[in-house]
Protein backbone atom coordinates (compact mmCIF):
# COMPACT_ATOMS: atom_id res chain seq x y z
CA UNK A 1 0.00 0.00 0.00
CA UNK A 2 1.36 3.39 -0.56
CA UNK A 3 1.50 6.23 2.29
CA UNK A 4 -1.07 8.69 1.65
CA UNK A 5 0.45 12.70 2.33
CA UNK A 6 -1.46 13.69 5.25
CA UNK A 7 -2.31 17.59 5.61
CA UNK A 8 -0.44 19.28 8.56
CA UNK A 9 -2.20 18.50 11.90
CA UNK A 10 -2.85 19.49 14.83
CA UNK A 11 -4.13 17.92 18.10
CA UNK A 12 -7.19 17.73 17.34
CA UNK A 13 -6.65 16.64 13.47
CA UNK A 14 -8.73 13.36 12.68
CA UNK A 15 -5.48 12.81 11.06
CA UNK A 16 -3.82 12.39 14.44
CA UNK A 17 -2.41 8.89 14.99
CA UNK A 18 -4.52 7.17 17.92
CA UNK A 19 -1.36 4.14 19.63
CA UNK A 20 -4.87 2.45 20.24
CA UNK A 21 -5.98 2.43 16.17
CA UNK A 22 -5.23 -0.86 14.64
CA UNK A 23 -5.35 0.40 11.31
CA UNK A 24 -2.92 2.99 10.03
CA UNK A 25 -5.50 5.40 8.11
CA UNK A 26 -2.63 7.38 6.69
CA UNK A 27 -2.60 4.94 2.99
CA UNK A 28 -3.94 6.23 0.06
CA UNK A 29 -6.60 2.53 0.36
CA UNK A 30 -7.54 3.82 4.00
CA UNK A 31 -7.73 7.30 2.14
CA UNK A 32 -10.37 5.58 -0.58
CA UNK A 33 -12.54 4.13 1.97
CA UNK A 34 -13.18 6.48 3.56
CA UNK A 35 -13.86 8.57 0.45
CA UNK A 36 -16.09 6.07 -0.62
CA UNK A 37 -18.16 6.27 3.04
CA UNK A 38 -18.71 9.87 2.98
CA UNK A 39 -20.09 9.27 -1.08
CA UNK A 40 -22.44 6.41 0.18
CA UNK A 41 -23.34 8.57 2.77
CA UNK A 42 -25.09 11.35 0.74
CA UNK A 43 -28.62 9.39 1.61
CA UNK A 44 -29.46 6.11 3.37
CA UNK A 45 -30.42 4.01 1.10
CA UNK A 46 -27.17 4.12 -0.62
CA UNK A 47 -25.50 4.02 2.51
CA UNK A 48 -26.97 0.81 3.05
CA UNK A 49 -26.41 -0.56 -0.47
CA UNK A 50 -22.49 0.04 -0.05
CA UNK A 51 -22.54 -1.89 3.17
CA UNK A 52 -24.65 -4.69 2.39
CA UNK A 53 -21.73 -4.95 -0.82
CA UNK A 54 -18.98 -4.10 1.33
CA UNK A 55 -19.92 -5.93 5.05
CA UNK A 56 -21.60 -9.59 5.69
CA UNK A 57 -24.63 -9.78 7.86
CA UNK A 58 -22.79 -10.97 10.95
CA UNK A 59 -20.30 -7.41 10.61
CA UNK A 60 -23.18 -5.40 10.35
CA UNK A 61 -25.06 -6.75 13.04
CA UNK A 62 -22.04 -6.00 15.02
CA UNK A 63 -22.06 -2.51 13.87
CA UNK A 64 -25.62 -2.06 14.75
CA UNK A 65 -24.86 -3.64 18.37
CA UNK A 66 -21.95 -1.20 18.88
CA UNK A 67 -23.74 1.80 18.17
CA UNK A 68 -26.68 0.67 20.50
CA UNK A 69 -23.71 0.20 23.58
CA UNK A 70 -22.41 3.46 22.32
CA UNK A 71 -26.03 5.25 22.81
CA UNK A 72 -26.26 3.09 26.04
CA UNK A 73 -23.41 3.84 27.10
CA UNK A 74 -23.77 7.58 26.85
CA UNK A 75 -26.61 7.66 28.87
CA UNK A 76 -25.36 5.88 31.93
CA UNK A 77 -26.55 2.24 31.24
CA UNK A 78 -24.61 -0.33 33.21
CA UNK A 79 -22.06 -2.81 31.43
CA UNK A 80 -24.32 -6.06 32.68
CA UNK A 81 -27.69 -4.23 31.07
CA UNK A 82 -25.86 -3.33 27.38
CA UNK A 83 -24.31 -7.21 27.50
CA UNK A 84 -27.73 -9.20 28.06
CA UNK A 85 -29.72 -7.08 25.44
CA UNK A 86 -27.41 -6.32 23.05
CA UNK A 87 -25.11 -9.95 23.01
CA UNK A 88 -21.71 -8.21 22.73
CA UNK A 89 -19.33 -8.98 25.46
CA UNK A 90 -17.98 -7.47 28.37
CA UNK A 91 -14.53 -6.81 26.70
CA UNK A 92 -16.16 -4.92 23.53
CA UNK A 93 -18.22 -3.29 25.65
CA UNK A 94 -15.82 -1.84 27.75
CA UNK A 95 -13.58 -0.71 24.63
CA UNK A 96 -16.03 1.27 23.43
CA UNK A 97 -16.59 2.95 26.94
CA UNK A 98 -12.96 3.36 26.85
CA UNK A 99 -13.55 5.49 23.89
CA UNK A 100 -16.24 7.42 24.62
CA UNK A 101 -14.88 8.74 27.78
CA UNK A 102 -11.56 10.21 25.60
CA UNK A 103 -14.40 12.24 23.92
CA UNK A 104 -11.78 12.77 20.94
CA UNK A 105 -13.27 9.86 18.86
CA UNK A 106 -15.94 8.75 16.14
CA UNK A 107 -18.06 7.30 18.82
CA UNK A 108 -18.59 10.88 20.35
CA UNK A 109 -18.67 12.48 17.09
CA UNK A 110 -21.14 11.00 15.43
CA UNK A 111 -23.51 10.65 18.50
CA UNK A 112 -23.42 14.22 18.85
CA UNK A 113 -23.70 14.67 15.45
CA UNK A 114 -27.06 11.88 15.71
CA UNK A 115 -28.15 13.78 18.67
CA UNK A 116 -27.48 17.30 18.80
CA UNK A 117 -29.81 17.71 21.36
CA UNK A 118 -28.35 15.04 23.47
CA UNK A 119 -29.30 11.42 23.67
CA UNK A 120 -32.47 10.68 25.39
CA UNK A 121 -34.00 7.20 26.63
CA UNK A 122 -37.32 6.19 25.60
CA UNK A 123 -38.64 2.98 27.30
CA UNK A 124 -41.33 1.56 25.17
CA UNK A 125 -42.31 -1.42 27.21
Given at each position: MKKYKRPPQDNDS????????LINWNTMDAHRLAKAFMTSAENID??????????????????????????????????????QTSGLSSTTIARISRQIRHKKNGYCSILRKMYPSGIQYLDLS
Open positions: PWAIDPDTSLRLFLDDLLTKNEIEQCIKRIYAANMLAIGMPFKVIA
